[in-house]
T-cell receptor, first 113, second 114 residues
């Protein structure tokens, strides 16, 4: 069974640009959540999608957005990039959004110059 | 305020030794408590999930305990190996209105030295 797949794994952008990250969950998982992790920091929750609906949202500015498609694949977008957006962005999928185990992808490492 | 606090912040032990990591939470009520292992630069991997009615759960050399009365959990690692070097994160799942939230601890960074 394939795990959670995130693309791209690494990317470099400049300030002011925008970026789109993709996440393919484990087959059968309908819950997808996104996290930001900056160097030396813990995971910061961005948002969670379930059946194409945003169910939870963290405390991030509106520049951060996401969506989920009918096949449960999810994308997140960051517009008007800032230096502080440099981070590892992690996606996790789950079969049961309340009690289920989270399965994480390897992450997308974004560097903003 | 719902919080999860972990201690110590970092820990260095020799290979083969045991260690115990602590997690204190103020979340109430809660659905379950989880421990994750995160290798540097990679996504976390689940070690254990415990509901409030469970006192202990093991996964190989990892044993998690839960005391719902004192709102404390611990993760005990037996006979540590170099591959145990990682961050260990405690997470509490709590109902919130008609929804739920995951409250993440900041993690304990464990370094195993040969």
């Amino acid at each position: 069974k394939a795990g959670v797949t995130q693309t791209p794994r690494y990317l470099i952008k400049t300030r002011g640009q925008q970026v789109t990250l993709s996440c393919s969950p484990i087959s059968g998982h309908r819950s997808v959540s996104w996290y930001q992790q900056t160097p030396g920091q813990g995971l910061q929750f961005l948002f969670e999608y379930f059946s194409e609906t945003q169910r939870n949202k963290g405390n991030f500015p509106g520049r951060f957005s996401g969506r989920q498609f009918s096949n449960s694949r999810s994308e997140m977008n960051v517009s008007t990039l800032e230096l502080g957006d440099s981070a590892l962005y992690l996606c996790a999928s789950s079969q049961d959004r309340v009690t289920g185990e989270l399965f994480f992808g390897e992450g997308s490492r974004l560097t903003v110059l | 305020k719902n919080q999860v606090e972990q201690s110590p912040q970092s820990l260095i032990i020799l290979e083969g030794k045991n260690c115990t990591l602590q997690c204190n939470y103020t979340v109430s009520p809660f659905s379950n408590l989880r421990w994750y292992k995160q290798d540097t630069g990679r996504g976390p991997v689940s070690l254990t999930i415990m509901t409030f009615s469970e006192n202990t759960k093991s996964n190989g050399r990892y044993t998690a305990t839960l005391d719902a009365d004192t709102k404390q959990s611990s993760l005990h690692i037996t006979a540590s190996q170099l591959s145990d070097s990682a961050s260990y994160i405690c997470v509490v799942s709590a109902p919130m209105d008609s929804n739920y939230q995951l409250i993440w601890g900041a993690g304990t960074k464990l370094i195993i030295k040969p």
